[in-house]
Every structure is written in structure tokens, then in C-alpha cells.
């Protein structure tokens, strides 16, 4: 017994001994420090947060709620306001709530998650069917003090496939004293069965500019000075993740040394400078490989991973496509003025065939340098790929160097010919072309090569929309004008698997010479209405729209055809003549109906009828 006192007095004379741990066990994240305790602080929620107030406040109280999002938007954190809510015993007596002004008798033990009434399972370490038994058992029984039972769910959708079906039965007759809230990032993995029976919600990823203002918030709680444009960046490399986002900074405020700045951040998250990044973009569109591959290597010595400098390059790409396509509002507000700037520029200097093709470049070679043993290296042969390949002519412009009569390909020797279709005017196509023929001798070492014409200021071209529509040839067969017209002509074409498809696969919702929506059947192959679509375009040489509907719409064309014969040859059994036929032949079936050929429209009885046009004997085919 002399034990536990000899510690204590040692502790009592030596109060400092254990001041060191203390105090570093006294600092919590700042995702959990400041983790919301109202619905109030809740950020970037306001959809699913009046939802829930209008329901608490009608008392529409759900038995279930679904909560999905990506990590770091606050699944958790609002299944617990939820418990919180759901439990709320205020100083005045007040019932469930939202709006909490005052701390209730259970809101502190819900928030710290040490409250026996609400019980917080991992369905990561708890999949099974055993597990969830447990839980439906001890739901039958009264909650000890709080007003509901709530049961919370995180990562949902790692429970067994059993476990889910053991749980369906409570989950949509659950006592009235149980709630359940799920939390799940993989809401395609959650079966219907147990989506149909919650309310979901989707919350959704922060953006930068409110991320930004919340960052801003906790950072001078915290009695840091923090620079806009370093936060606008934690903002950026948080991906909507508040979770994310307070970890970066908690590591740029001990980094920083109570003051965050750009440079600070860039060096911490390996980041390059945005400048410096559209620099390299400019240098390496220009096709000066040597200059990028040196931008490159002072990025590299300067603390940025080569990886994250590809990913700089296809958001800058991203960038200036999006300003190009729906004009300056389509810039990241959180962009600085400078940045904005360079963005307009490059945005009215470059043409969206070599924005697009840069991007599919670059995407490809995020995934190179990724897997790379010498990401560097990577790096820079997907930037010399990226600088030679500007030589080149759009896509676009390459593929009408194609003639669509007869197939031939124009090659630039033979696009300078003169020709009889040449001579009048010089197509953009053929203009570009003429200085690639001229850049075809090799550069001589250390010879940078010459600016090609990708930028539009140096060498203007029209964009695709502008140039001299091509005639089109004249359609093969005519327009279709019922749906019957486009099974018709997939059989005349001898497109029989198409003509099957159409026939038995796919339901008619709505017909329109051009437009078409089909409502295919579960047995019709996934591509249909694409090949459907490209076939009619080359058939009749117009551009048609063949989309899908969930409209049931008509049976399908096969199914109708045959209800027709069936009703067709129901009604020949009343014929006169037909019940004679069947009088002299006994056991004798009408095969099918054949229309007759027009010369033999007027035939009498005294007319040779084949047995195999119309009968068969004996019910044989």
C-alpha cells in the first residue's frame, strides 16, 4: 500500500516532472479542435442543414438518414449533431431542435461520443452478421436517459452482404424509440434495399472560396497572421476536405512559425509557383523543349515534385479552357489578379484544339511520372513530348486533310500542288501544313526550334466552328420517317443483328425524323443506341439523336409484329374458305400470312393455292 503514496508525494515535490508531457498531450488537431458543435458551424452544408430544420421543426422526423461524401466533409460530425439534436433536453425544457442555443443535458457526452444512448459502431470492424444481430437486439430495449436510441453507422457499406439483409427488417420497422444515422464514402456500394429505406444526403465538397474564409477564421483564433493567397493555397490542396485542409494547416502554423505565407506553403506541399507554372506552359506550347526541360529542373531544385508540376500544368490547362469556353466568369474566383491575368492572355492566344490535346497529354503523363522509379525523368519526356508534338496539326484539321468521296489523305507535298480545288483558295488545313513541311530538317544540337503557329496571335487560325462548312454528299438512302422505316433500312443495309436489336431489344418512346428515344431492355447491349446513332449518320448522311429514356414506352416492334399475325391469322380461322380447307385437311396450321404479289391480287377459287403458302400438313413445318 506504500506504493501508490511514495508516487504521489514524488509528484507533489516535483511538479514539473511531468509538465513536459502534459502540455504536448494538452494540443488536439485542429480538426478536432474545432470541430462544429452546432449546425451553425457547420460549412457548406446549407442544403441538408434546412432540410433537417424544416423536418425537426414539422416533425418529420425520419427513422433513417443516409450521409454520404467524399472524406472530410463532416459525415460524422452531423450524424452526431444529428444524435445531438434528436436528444436535445434544453435549460427550458425544450425538445428536439437544431437551433441549439444552450448546451443540453446530453449534448456534451453525444458530442465527445461517451453517451450510452447513442451508439457509434465502425462497420469496418464489425461486418459481419453477429455484429448486427447484436445491434437488433439491444435496439428492442428502452434508451437508459436520453429520449432516442440512436445507432451510428460509419463506413457503412463494408457490412457483409447478410449483414445488410439482417439488418433490412428493423431498419424500416424500427421501434420508436431508434433512430439510425449511416456515414458511408461509397454510397454505390450501400444495396437499394437499404437505400430506399433512408433519407440520403449528399454533402458535398467545400470550395475554395468558403474553405478559404474558414481557414482564415481558425487561423486567427489561433493567433497566427496568415496571408490570403497562402490560404487560398491550403484551400486548393485540401480538395474540399475540411478535414484535409485543417491538417495542412496545423502543419504550416508549427512549419511557419506563427506566420504563413505563399513561399511557406508552396515549400511545405511541394507546389510550384503559379507564375513559374504558366511560364513553363507558355515555353513548352511554343515548342522550346530545352527551356521547359530547364524551367523544369529549377522547379525541381527549388522543392517541387515533378508529379505535382504535371498536375500544375493540366490545372493551368483546365484553367485557360474554361476561361476560353465560357469567358472570364469561368475563372476560380480565388485566382489572384496576376494569375487572372495570365490566364485571359493565354486563354485569346491559344486555340482549343491544342488546349485539348495538352490536356489529354498531360493527363497521360501525370500517370507516367506517378509510376515512375525516376519521376524526374518522366517528367521531362512528357514535356519534350508535349513541346514537338505542337509541329503538328490539330486533330481537327488533320482529319480533313482526309477527302470523304474516295478516302485519300493529302499529304503536305501534295496539299502545295496546285489543283483544280486548290487553286481558288487556301483552306486552313493546308496553310498549316506548309510550315511543318519546312520544319522537317533536324535542328542541329543545342538549336532551339523555331515558335510553331500555336499560338493565335503569332499565326492566327479561325477555330473549327468558323471555317467554310464542307459539303456534305448526298444521303445513300432517304430520311426515315417511322421507326418501321429504320428497321427497314438496317435490313436493307443486311444489318441483321441490328435489325434483330431493334426488333426485340429496345422499346419506342419517341419518333422524330432525326431524333429518337429509345427505352432499351435489360437483354439490349450497352452500346445500341450509339451504334444505332452512327449507322443512321452514315446511312442518310445526317447527324442524328438517339438517346435513352426511362419511359417504358412501346412494346417492342418484333412483339407487336407477331400480335398482329396472331390476331391476323385468328381472323382467317373465320374465313369461309379457310374452315373448308380445314373440313378436307384435318390437323392442318396456318404457318404464316404472306401478302400476295400484285399480279395475283384478282385470283379465283380455280387458282392452284401451294400448300406451303399458307398451310402446312399435319402441323409440321
Not at 489561433?222 to 485540401?238: C, F, N, Q, S, V
Not at 490545372?315 to 489578379?337: M, R, S
Request: some cysteine; charged content about 25%.
Amino acid at each position: 500500500m506504500s506504493a501508490p503514496f511514495s508516487m504521489s508525494e514524488d509528484n507533489a515535490q516535483n511538479p514539473t516532472k511531468d509538465a513536459a508531457p502534459s502540455a504536448a498531450a494538452s494540443h488536439a488537431a485542429l480538426a478536432r479542435k474545432y470541430r462544429p458543435k452546432i449546425f451553425a458551424e457547420l460549412i457548406g452544408q446549407e442544403p441538408m442543414v434546412r432540410t433537417l430544420r424544416n423536418a425537426f421543426a414539422s416533425g418529420r422526423i425520419a427513422q433513417a438518414y443516409m450521409l454520404t461524401g467524399v472524406r472530410g466533409v463532416g459525415k460524422t460530425t452531423t450524424a452526431r449533431l444529428v444524435a445531438r439534436a434528436l436528444n436535445y433536453e434544453g435549460p427550458n425544457g425544450e425538445g428536439a431542435t437544431i437551433d441549439i442555443e444552450a448546451e443540453g443535458v446530453h449534448c456534451r457526452a453525444i458530442l465527445e461520443g461517451r453517451h450510452l444512448d447513442v451508439i457509434e459502431m465502425d462497420a469496418a470492424s464489425h461486418t459481419g452478421i453477429d455484429d448486427i444481430r447484436d445491434l437488433i437486439d439491444s435496439a428492442h430495449y428502452k434508451p437508459n436517459s436520453a429520449r432516442y436510441k440512436v445507432y451510428i453507422v460509419d463506413e457503412v457499406h463494408m457490412l457483409s452482404k447478410q449483414a445488410f439483409n439482417g439488418l433490412l427488417k428493423t431498419l424500416e420497422e424500427p421501434p420508436e424509440h431508434v433512430k439510425f444515422i449511416f456515414a458511408t464514402t461509397e454510397i454505390r456500394k450501400v444495396p437499394v434495399t437499404v437505400l430506399s429505406r433512408c433519407q440520403r444526403f449528399d454533402l458535398k465538397r467545400i470550395d475554395v472560396e468558403t474553405m478559404s474564409a474558414h481557414l482564415a477564421h481558425i487561423a486567427k483564433e489561433e493567433g497566427t497572421e496568415a496571408e490570403p493567397a497562402a490560404l487560398a493555397l491550403i484551400a486548393r490542396a485540401g480538395e474540399g476536405s475540411v478535414r484535409d485542409a485543417l491538417s495542412i494547416l496545423d502543419r504550416a502554423i508549427a512549419f511557419g512559425s506563427g506566420r504563413i505565407e505563399p513561399d511557406t506553403i508552396r515549400e511545405l506541399l511541394g507546389l510550384a509557383d503559379r507564375g513559374r507554372i504558366f511560364d513553363l506552359l507558355e515555353t513548352v506550347l511554343k515548342g522550346d523543349a530545352g527551356g521547359a526541360l530547364k524551367a523544369l529542373e529549377q522547379l525541381n531544385r527549388d522543392g517541387a515534385e515533378p508529379g505535382q508540376v504535371i498536375t500544375d500544368l493540366a490545372d493551368a490547362v483546365h484553367a485557360v479552357t474554361v476561361a476560353k469556353a465560357a469567358g472570364p466568369q469561368g475563372i476560380d474566383p480565388a485566382a489572384g489578379e496576376v494569375e487572372r491575368g495570365r490566364i485571359e492572355d493565354l486563354a485569346k492566344r491559344l486555340s482549343m484544339p491544342v488546349l485539348a490535346r495538352a490536356w489529354q497529354m498531360l493527363l497521360k503523363g501525370h500517370d507516367e511520372v506517378r509510376s515512375s522509379p525516376r519521376p524526374l525523368a518522366a517528367a521531362d519526356m512528357v514535356l519534350v513530348r508535349l513541346a514537338y508534338v505542337v509541329d503538328l496539326p490539330p486533330p481537327g484539321d488533320a482529319a480533313r486533310q482526309t477527302r470523304p468521296e474516295t478516302g485519300e489523305t493529302r499529304t503536305p507535298a501534295s496539299a502545295d500542288a496546285p489543283s483544280a480545288d486548290a487553286s481558288s483558295a487556301k483552306t486552313p488545313a493546308t496553310a498549316q501544313m506548309a510550315p511543318v513541311a519546312a520544319q522537317e530538317a533536324p535542328a542541329t544540337a543545342g538549336e532551339a526550334p523555331e515558335e510553331p503557329s500555336v499560338f493565335e496571335s503569332e499565326n492566327p487560325a479561325p477555330p473549327d466552328f468558323e471555317e467554310e462548312p464542307v459539303s456534305e454528299p448526298a444521303p445513300a438512302s432517304p430520311m426515315p420517317q417511322s421507326f418501321e422505316d429504320v428497321v427497314a433500312l438496317a435490313e436493307t443495309k443486311r444489318d441483321l443483328k441490328l435489325k434483330n436489336a431493334l426488333l426485340e431489344q429496345v422499346r419506342l418512346v419517341r419518333f422524330k425524323p432525326g431524333d429518337i428515344a429509345l427505352n432499351p431492355l435489360p437483354l439490349a447491349a450497352p452500346d445500341l443506341l450509339q451504334e444505332l446513332m452512327r449507322k443512321l449518320k452514315a446511312w442518310t448522311g445526317q447527324v442524328w439523336i438517339v438517346s435513352t429514356s426511362e419511359q417504358e414506352g412501346e412494346e417492342p416492334l418484333g412483339v407487336q409484329r407477331r400480335a398482329a399475325e396472331a390476331r391476323e391469322i385468328e381472323a382467317l380461322h373465320a374465313h369461309p374458305a379457310v374452315q373448308e380447307v380445314f373440313r378436307y385437311f384435318p390437323g392442318a396450321k396456318i404457318k404464316e400470312v404472306r401478302n400476295a404479289p400484285q399480279e395475283r391480287a384478282g385470283f379465283d377459287e380455280t387458282d392452284d393455292v401451294e400448300d406451303d403458302d399458307v398451310f402446312t400438313r399435319g402441323g409440321t413445318s
